[in-house]
């Protein structure tokens, strides 16, 4: 019902910057919150930042300071804009969506994930 697709993932050296973009498609008018998961190589899966459609924002302390989030809500898009990037970024990122179809009904949507690699 709802397709997250990401870009923008790559190498780059610390201190460097990336921005990644999320663009859904589908049932969109469904989404509320939109947000940035991360997992890196034997590590759990994590919450990097996430925006709901009224802009209300969380980041993860890790990234504060260095991460922005952001969307465009008629575009049906999600951004991460990241800077300063550290080695311990290094992760594949996923876009994820949550969707409310009904009032009783919540779903989550996964992009397929975007490589990002900090090298130091």
């Known amino acids: 019902q709802v397709q997250l697709v990401e870009s923008g993932g790559g190498l780059v050296q610390a201190g460097g910057s990336l921005r990644l973009s999320c663009l859904a498609s589908?049932?969109?008018?469904?989404?509320?919150?939109m947000g940035w998961y991360r997992q890196a190589p034997g590590k759990q899966r994590e919450l990097v930042a996430d925006?709901?459609?009224?802009?209300?924002?969380n980041y993860a302390d890790s990234v504060k300071g260095r991460f922005t989030i952001s969307r465009d809500n008629a575009k049906n898009m999600v951004y991460l804009q990241m800077n300063s990037l550290k080695p311990e970024d290094t992760a594949v990122y996923y876009c994820?969506?949550?969707?409310?179809?009904?009032?009783?009904?919540?779903?989550?949507?996964w992009g397929q994930g975007t490589q990002v690699t900090v090298s130091s």
């Open positions: 589908g049932s969109t008018f469904s989404i509320n919150t």
């Open positions: 994820n969506a949550k969707s409310r179809p009904l009032v009783t009904l919540w779903r989550d949507y």
């Open positions: 925006i709901t459609r009224d802009g209300s924002i």
